[in-house]
Structures are given as structure tokens and as C-alpha cells.
């Protein structure tokens, strides 16, 4: 497949990947001037008129999907190739490792990595459970970890399309199985809560480096699903959050119901123990009911028995009943009289002895400085909590909960709130999003754009996120600036059109592709005042800039035309009379075009792609302020000659010359 041209734009650079049922290549897409991959189906699928039905219906369902966790699905499509279909899916082009990779280099990841890899997981199966598409192959295997430590889940709607024949493949089957939820196993009814079930055995692997089930055949495996429990992960690390450990294990429940209700539910979890609020879960975790345990049955003659030795302990207990109770009676009152002795004394002495202290003020103190000012008052401090503040630093007082000057007994509790410094926030990550997506991801995470740089890029198409800066998931203030830089797509390289006009042919195409510009149509006609071989017209003016690669046609003289005139009939028009096109070449003309930029943005993009004689060239790209005013542009070229106009990759109309 390599070199070969799918869809008239998809051409096949190398083998990047392959499983079960599909091979996975890069492509360069022309069309849009970008890399993509494409997964086209084995050849033993081909065959399956059921499984291609079924992957066209859920493929084009998945493509309506679009989330930043999810690999976005551009096309798909079928090509007729050596005889035979190729049915093949375009996909986003992510540059970096599987999951499975990255769990086999590291053996486990954090606690933190976990949790955050799990969020943006179930964020992905929330949009597509929203938009009525379960994956039913969630494995680390499709969840692909993009440089910018971004997941990216793969695969959504291809899972589906599977018919049974597809589970013949060993290697498919393998690969999957050991994240079957039960009732996948036992080709039962499946639902959302089924991928919940096979994410849950993601985090188990991903917490503890392996997974749950294991066994000699996929059958067994799939057996262990349906009938053996999973050891939790905590009994194999101890130092495994108790949250984290209960949320695994509701996800991987046997039945349906026991797991959580939706992938909204589960993110309320994952995002509770990210911030450590998880008494709630712990507490679930608690209340679980205890397992079954087996008790001895009871027998009539054991009642019998124990009834006798009831009566016979209770008449022995009835001898003493008496004497104890008038023992403890006397101890408890000789309690309460001591007790209450004692108080009053206290309560007198506090009256009568107990000094008052006038309370400093404490806010601006660090917790030491607080504790030994009060200490030498004789009071005490409590630290009651900690707070953002934008206005004092971390670890300084804000508040104390009894007013300076106020007046207090000595050994007086004061509470204190500590400073956090200024309130963070977690900077999300906009790489590879759109511009206006990464400003609308910024401002919900309370962040704001600051300086925007653009580059070019013959990777990142244009207006999309290149780098961003302070790098993702690092901590700011909130209201902080995260400065971006964003593609302007490829760079056009820009030539000048040298002159043609009176040069050889030859010469003058070698001239052509010097200047780094592609040798278009030459035509060969008469013409009256240039020698036979020579230029004498070109499509494009010499000192035009021209977009690199664009074709020039020329047309080359056939020298004078020879007529011959009969000797007795007059000439019907006078020598030098009218000329056309087939003595001096077509004709010229240009049109004026006043273009005025976007007035709701900053700058515009304007381009004008050409049309003449069948070829197509982009003779202009320029951005303007809306503040320059009206742009003012002549466009030259034969007669018939078409001009497309854009506004930032947008249509706006279309101009011809007429004359």
C-alpha cells in the first residue's frame, strides 16, 4: 500500500501500526495539506458482507463525535485496487504511545497519573454514551497518550461492527478478552455500564501494572469474568488510596446494576478523590454488605438444653442480685457527691482567680509567630483551617476568630485560618484544539489568553494550538495569562515570474522550473512578429509573485502564417485588419476589486485562487486589519479568467474578467 492514493488525496507514507482486524498506516492528505492515519480492513473481513455493513453504520456514527479525547474520524470511504475493495477509515494523526506501551515501560503509574488518564477517559465515554454510541472495546490498547499528555480514545464504533466470525482471531480476541465485562463474555445484552466495567479493568491495570484475569485460552479468561471475583487492588498494594481502590471496584461488579449508573456518576467520584474529598466513597465503601458466612443450624434439642441451663443460672444469679445492687448504689453516690464537690471549687476558683487578657491582633503573623504571641498571654492558638488569599503570602494569618483588643480569660482558645496564597487552578491542556476552543477551555478553567504568536507548520493544520504556555496540568493563580502559540498551516514559499516573452522554448522552460514554478501547457501557434520557436506570450506577467509550483503556460510561435490569395478574386478585408486570437494569442484583460476586511475580527486572512486556461493557482494571501480599511487589488489575466475570493479560508464569491 505504500505510495498508493486513496480517495484521490490520501497517499500512503508507511505501516504505523496493525492488529486484529486492521492495518494501520500515515498518510499525507493533499487536500487539506495534513497527516492523518488510516485503518484499512484485513482481507479476511473483506468477505463479511454483515461485518462491512455494520463497520460502515458505526464508523460514520463515531465521526459525528467530536471531543478532545477522542480521535477525531475525518472520512470513510472504499477503493477499488487490484481487484479488489478497500474499505478504509481517515483518522487524526497522533503523535506519541498506546497506554499498554507506557504501562509496560513504567510497570504502574501514580496515583495521580491514574486518576487523571481516568478522568479523561470517562470524560470521552460520557460524549459518547451522550450521543447514544458505546465503545464495547475500551482496552489500553485504543487509548493513545498524544506528547502533549492528552489521552486520546481510538476505535469508537468499530468495536461494535464485530460479528462473531471476528472472534476467531486469536489475536483480536487476546487482546480483548481480558477486559470483557461479564456479560460480553457471555454475549449478553451490552450497554454503557459495559465500558464502565472495561475502564474499571484499565485502572486496575494501570494501578497496579497488571490485570485482573489471566489464563492458558481467551475462553478461560473470559470464564474468569463471568464466575471468579477480583482480588482488589489494595490487597496487592497496600498503599493504594482507599478511594481510588473502591472506585475500581464498583466499576468491575459483576452485575450491571452494582456498577455506576452512567459515566457522569463515575466522574463525580474520580473528581472527588482527585481533590481529596473522598469520605463519601469511603463510606460507601463501608456500608457494603458483608459476605455470606456459614452458620451451624440450630436444633430442637439444643433449644431444650439451653432453655434448662437458663433456668438453673438464673437461680443462682437471684442469690447475689440483692447484695450487689446495694454495693454499687453506694459506690455511685459516693461518686456524684466527690464529682460535685469538686466542680463547685473549680467553678469558684475560676470566679475569684482567673485573670483577663486583652486579645493582640494576629492577622499578617505567621502560625509561629501567632502561637508564641498568645503563649506568652497565656492563651492558646487552633489552627481551624486554611484559605486562598490573593493578599497575604502562604502560611500567614488571615483571620482569628476573636477581635484584637477584646477581652478574654487566661488559657483561652483563639481560632486562626492560615493562608493558601492566591486561590490555583490546574492550566488544562489546548494543544491541538482550534484557537477558539483553547480561549473557551481557558476561560472555564478561569484562566485567560495572554500573547498569541503564530508559526507555520507543515504538520498542525492552521488556527490550531502548537505549544502553550505555562505547560498543561502545572498549577497558576487563577485569572492568570496562558500565552499561545497557533499555526498559520504551511508556509507558502513565494517566487517571482521571470520573463519569457522573446526566449527559446526550451530556454524558457528550463527558466520556469529555476525559478521554482511548474512548466504548464505550451501551445504552438503562427504569429506574425515572432520567429518560429520564440515566446511570445505568457499566463502570468514577469515581477508577478507567485505561490511556489504553480503552473505557467506559454505559447510559442510557429513563425508568420503563409496565405496564399487567389490571383482573380478580391480581398475581402484590408491587410491589417481585425486580429484574434489565433494570430496574436488570447486576449488580456483585468478587473479592479475593492475587498473590505471581517469588521468582527482583528485581522483577515484574504486569499484569490486563479482559474485560467484549466489550471489553478493561488495568486494572492495577505492578512489585513479591519482599521486598514478597504483593500484595493487589480487582478490581470485573458479573457474567461476566473478569480475565487476568500476571507480566512471561507468563500466569499467569485470574479471573472469579461474584457
Not at 495534513?34 to 463479511?48: G, S
Not at 466522574?267 to 456500608?287: C, G, Y
Not at 459506690?331 to 469538686?342: C, D, K, P, W
Amino acid at each position: 500500500m505504500i505510495g498508493k492514493i486513496l480517495g484521490g488525496r490520501y497517499e500512503i507514507l508507511e505501516q504505523i501500526g496493525g492488529g486484529g482486524m486492521a492495518i494501520v498506516y500515515k498518510a499525507k492528505c493533499h487536500l487539506l495539506n495534513r497527516y492523518v492515519a488510516i485503518k484499512i480492513l484485513r482481507n479476511e473481513f473483506l468477505e463479511d458482507e454483515d461485518f462491512i455493513r455494520k463497520f460502515k453504520r458505526e464508523s460514520q456514527a463515531a465521526a459525528s463525535l467530536s471531543h478532545p479525547n477522542i480521535m477525531n474520524i475525518y472520512d470513510v470511504g472504499v477503493e477499488e485496487m487490484d481487484n479488489k475493495q478497500i474499505h478504509y477509515i481517515v483518522m487524526e494523526y497522533i503523535q506519541g504511545k498506546t497506554l499498554k506501551e507506557l504501562i509496560r515501560e513504567r510497570g504502574k503509574l501514580s496515583y495521580d497519573e491514574v486518576i487523571e488518564y481516568s478522568i479523561q477517559i470517562a470524560e470521552a465515554l460520557r460524549h459518547a454514551h451522550n450521543n447514544h454510541i458505546v465503545h464495547r472495546d475500551i482496552k489500553s490498547q485504543n487509548i493513545m497518550i498524544n506528547q502533549e499528555n492528552r489521552i486520546k480514545v481510538t476505535d469508537f464504533g468499530i468495536a461494535r461492527a464485530a460479528s462473531s466470525s471476528t472472534l476467531t482471531t486469536t489475536s483480536n480476541v487476546l487482546g480483548s478478552v481480558h477486559y470483557f465485562s461479564p456479560e460480553q463474555a457471555r454475549g449478553g445484552y451490552t450497554d454503557e455500564k459495559s465500558d464502565i466495567y472495561s475502564l474499571g479493568i484499565v485502572m486496575y491495570e494501570m494501578v497496579t501494572g497488571r490485570l485482573p484475569y489471566d489464563g492458558e485460552s481467551p475462553i478461560s479468561i473470559a470464564l474468569k469474568h463471568v464466575q471468579e471475583d477480583i482480588v482488589p487492588p489494595i490487597e496487592l498494594d497496600n498503599s493504594i488510596p482507599r478511594g481510588l481502590n473502591a472506585i475500581i471496584m464498583k466499576c468491575v461488579q459483576k452485575r450491571q446494576g452494582d456498577r455506576y449508573d452512567s459515566a457522569d456518576s463515575l466522574l463525580r467520584d474520580l473528581r472527588m478523590i482527585k481533590n481529596n474529598e473522598d469520605t463519601a466513597i469511603f463510606a460507601h465503601e463501608d456500608t457494603e454488605e458483608q459476605a455470606t458466612r456459614m452458620i451451624s443450624i440450630v436444633k430442637e434439642e439444643d433449644v431444650d438444653d439451653m432453655s434448662t441451663r437458663g433456668k438453673t443460672k438464673g437461680r443462682k444469679r437471684k442469690k447475689n442480685k440483692g447484695e450487689t445492687k446495694m454495693i454499687l448504689l453506694a459506690i455511685l453516690l459516693a461518686f456524684l457527691v466527690v464529682t460535685i464537690v469538686f466542680a463547685g471549687w473549680l467553678k469558684l476558683n475560676d470566679y475569684f482567680d482567673v485573670a483577663e487578657v486583652i486579645v493582640p491582633n494576629l492577622i499578617g503573623m505567621t502560625e509561629r509567630e501567632a502561637r508564641q504571641t498568645l503563649e506568652e498571654l497565656g492563651l492558646g492558638l487552633n489552627v481551624k483551617g486554611t484559605a486562598a488569599s490573593a493578599e497575604f503570602d502562604p502560611g500567614l494569618v488571615i483571620w482569628q476568630s476573636v477581635k484584637e483588643n477584646s477581652k478574654v480569660k487566661e488559657g483561652f482558645i483563639i481560632d486562626v485560618t492560615i493562608s493558601e496564597g492566591q486561590d490555583m487552578v490546574r492550566v488544562p491542556s489546548v494543544v491541538n484544539m482550534t484557537y477558539e476552543d483553547a480561549v473557551q477551555a481557558l476561560l472555564e478553567a478561569g484562566l485567560r489568553v495572554g500573547q498569541r504568536k503564530y508559526e507555520y507548520s507543515d504538520v498542525t493544520p492552521n488556527n490550531v494550538v502548537m505549544r502553550q504556555e505555562p505547560e498543561a496540568f502545572s498549577y497558576i493563580a487563577a485569572d492568570s495569562m496562558v500565552h499561545l502559540v497557533i499555526s498559520r498551516g504551511e508556509e507558502i514559499k513565494m517566487v517571482t515570474m521571470p520573463n519569457l516573452v522573446g526566449k527559446k522554448a526550451i530556454d524558457a522552460q528550463n527558466e520556469i522550473v529555476r525559478a521554482g514554478l511548474v512548466v504548464g501547457s505550451v501551445t504552438e501557434e503562427h504569429h506574425d512578429q515572432a520567429p518560429a520557436g520564440q515566446v511570445f506570450w505568457q499566463s502570468y506577467e514577469a515581477g508577478t509573485e507567485l505561490e511556489a509550483n504553480t503552473a505557467v503556460d506559454i505559447y510559442v510561435s510557429l513563425g508568420p502564417a503563409q496565405v496564399e490569395e487567389p490571383a482573380d478574386e478580391p480581398i475581402d478585408e484590408p491587410i491589417g485588419g481585425p486580429a484574434d486570437e489565433t494570430t496574436y494569442g488570447p486576449r488580456e484583460g483585468s478587473i479592479i476589486l475593492r475587498l473590505t476586511p471581517f469588521s468582527d475580527r482583528e485581522e483577515t486572512e484574504i486569499k484569490i485562487i486563479r482559474r485560467q486556461n484549466g489550471v489553478q493557482a493561488q495568486i494572492y494571501k495577505e492578512t489585513h486589519k479591519y482599521s486598514g480599511g478597504e483593500v484595493v487589488l487589480e487582478l490581470r489575466g485573458t479573457v474567461g479568467t476566473e478569480f475565487d475570493i476568500y476571507f480566512d479560508d471561507i468563500y466569499q464569491f467569485s470574479q471573472t474578467i469579461t474584457e
